[in-house]
């Protein structure tokens, strides 16, 4: 793993180049320029776009404002999915920037979970990553850290700090030389449908 660092930083360095406009029946006190961000591809929608909400509540009113969710060519786009996921399955045949219609009325519950924290979106990770270690070394690796680790990594993702998200992913990603390799290697095959959004499933690893 750590012969692969180089690659692993550019996928980690994957950027987006992307333009927010605010959604054409929000209630503003004046026009809602567009903003633009450049979208890290390993990260969460709700977690690097505080810079975005607060840019078009600055022409809102209070009372006009719940809770914010995105929108591409009429999709709701689902938090839960990381960036680069999202993009591939939905805009990656579009020219750049990505353009993102932002909302603040008429959440779409039948179509996305609410996210009403930062917590959510950190419980939503560890859970994957529970879920990827249970496979790969039955929990051993995931329940032998400590919580404090638990809390690097996924402040690693959040302030968008390679090194230290990886000081700790890079456990979860190796294997002792007695296994011989991991259990099984879990994948998920994601597609743009909403009848089957992914397919959920594993490798055994080869010896």
């Known amino acids: 793993m750590t012969d692969d660092k180089d690659v692993l930083r550019d996928v ?23 903003y633009y961000l450049l979208l890290p591809r390993v990260s969460y929608l709700t977690l690097v776009t505080d810079k975005v909400k607060k840019h078009f509540q ?8 719940s809770e914010i969710w995105f929108e591409f060519e009429g999709i709701p786009l689902k938090w839960h999915y990381p960036i680069g996921l999202l993009f591939d399955l939905h805009a990656s045949n579009t020219s750049l920037p990505w353009s993102i219609t932002v909302h603040f009325k008429n959440f779409p519950f039948k179509d996305l979970l609410h996210c009403q924290s930062k917590d959510v979106i950190e419980a939503h990770f560890m859970s994957s990553v529970k879920e990827a270690d249970a496979l790969k070394h039955k929990s051993q690796v995931i ?3 400590q919580k404090k680790d638990h809390k690097q990594l996924w402040m690693g993702l959040q302030n968008d700090k390679f090194d230290q998200f990886w000081a700790i992913n890079r456990k979860l990603m190796e294997y002792s030389p007695e296994e011989g390799g991991f259990r099984y290697i879990p994948f998920r095959i994601y597609q743009a449908t909403s009848e089957r959004p992914f397919v959920k499933s594993y490798f055994t690893s080869c010896q």
């Open 12 to 34: 980690w360095s994957g950027r987006i180049p992307t333009c927010f406009t605010l959604y054409q029946d929000e209630l503003t006190e004046r026009e809602a320029e567009p």
């Open 143 to 145: 329940n032998e850290m």
């Open 58 to 65: 600055k022409v809102m009113r209070t009372e006009d404002i």
